[in-house]
């Protein structure tokens, strides 16, 4: 399979440790061919070494925000299913169409006059009320002396996994709506860092990799050093999987390689089961698309993300079934919405992009996607965004995504995305790491910025949502993990619920209210103060 040995090299994610003499050869043969072919394309040299040592592993500061020019185009949005589905979902709208109370407080309100027609709220007005009271506020949960590349927490929400650059996996107990250290698990075969890492359906398992011919399977509970290689048996030997996933029942683990092909590895038979020839570059990202896990999602450094059926997919001949294009860069992670036809994508053209896998785009699109992947000369590991993927005049020629979203960095390293949890919020939010140390959490109906959350010193790779909470974990290059939580009333909310309460003439509860809204007041001054003292807000 023909790849360009630049685009190999454009990943931070994809450089090895190796110390082996051969191997330094090898390296430094690709360099010079790197080297020339920049030179040819564009006049600039950058020397780079593709081994790193300890005295590397120092933290990359975080870069400035990116200045975005033009406002969120909604057109193709607001006509989509997913708009609708979206906000009967999070409560915004009544079944039949009809539009919710626009604050908190009014729901409250309506509620207590029995507009609702019901005495407590629906589903969709819960989530209407918690997506209104996003986390805001970051304490430091974790510090490492290395960068934190993964963090995740379980289906359950009862552990969080973190990944460090320091070969260690650590487990933290958050059941009890603390974050304990439960168990550090020591990695094997790491080279450069662990790049990803998945829970078992059930809890009970984990699974990582990194520069390795196989994945490591890890029992979390037991001893800690009972791990099992997963051999994946590539072709090449200087080799690694940038993304895994899990199937539905365990039994599967879908990964994507630097080598171009998607593996499937089968538990139950103890052997590699798929290696399926996918992309023109590397894969750095992988999925199921619902809990069927017939349906396969794949993103690479070709900029096109690919959807697969595993009922007609043939290992000799791989085809998928179809290709979503619009991307200028090549796509960092895919997250599927969990219903089998919306997904998103994060990209080095510093874009989140909704699709809906039943539009899929055509053989222009395609050609227009990869030419754009072919024109980039800049790398995104230390060079700055170009103003072309920055601030685009206008989209790729066929892009049939449904919306796109701008306002995060995409820099450094494979910066990860995420639909907000269904539980807590209905899918309202999009959210994402950002290499300026932010997590950015995008309104996915207006393609707005709801919360810009700035609390690390470095580039945030990953972010996890709490299923059942509202709570993110955010895993940073400055060698912290960050807890988010909800701080504090805003004038306004203190205004519009004071407001509500003193709507109702029934006298006998004015003195009630009256208590409630100094308690209010109190409540608001006792955060405000909390917050000020809390250098990492």
Known sequence: MGTSTSRRMDDSDSRSRSDDSSDQDADLATILQYLIRRLVNSGQIHIISSDRDDSDDEFVAAVSPPKIETQPNTRKLDKSEISFSTKQTCGLIHKKG???PNSVAAMISERERGMFGRPGFSFGDRCRITGSYLPNSMKVAATYQSKAF??????????????????????????????????????????????????????????????????????????????????????????????????????EILGGANDGFLYVYDRECNQRALRIDGHDDDVNTVAFADNTSQILYSGGDDGLCKVWDRRTLSESHPKPVGILAGHMDGITFIDPRGDGRHLISNCKDQSIKLWDVRVFSGHTAQNNTRRAVADQNWDYRWQKVPKKLANPKKPLDGDTSVMTYRGHSVLQTLVRCHFSPAFTTGQRYIYTGCAAGRIVIYDALTGKIAADLKGHKAC???????????????????????LWTYSGLYKMELEEEAEVLNTDDAGSKVLRRSQRIAQLKERMRQQMKQNSGNSNC
């Open 150 to 251: 993964c963090g995740t927490y379980s289906r359950d929400g009862n552990h969080f996994l973190s990944a460090c650059q320091d070969r260690n996996l650590r487990l933290y107990h958050t059941n009890d709506g603390k974050f304990r250290l439960g168990k550090t698990i020591r990695a094997r075969d790491v080279g450069w860092s662990i790049l990803d890492t998945a829970f078992s359906p059930d809890g009970t398992h984990l699974v990582y990799s990194s520069w390795s011919e196989c994945l490591h399977l890890c029992r979390l509970y037991g001893d800690s050093d009972n791990q099992d290689a997963l051999p994946l048996c590539p072709r090449e030997r200087r080799f690694c999987v940038f993304s895994l996933v899990f199937s539905s029942d365990g039994r």
């Open 98 to 100: 009809e539009e919710r």
């Open 460 to 482: 945030v790779r990953d972010v996890s949502w709490h299923p059942y909470k509202q709570e993110l974990v955010s895993t940073s290059w400055d060698g912290t993990v960050g």
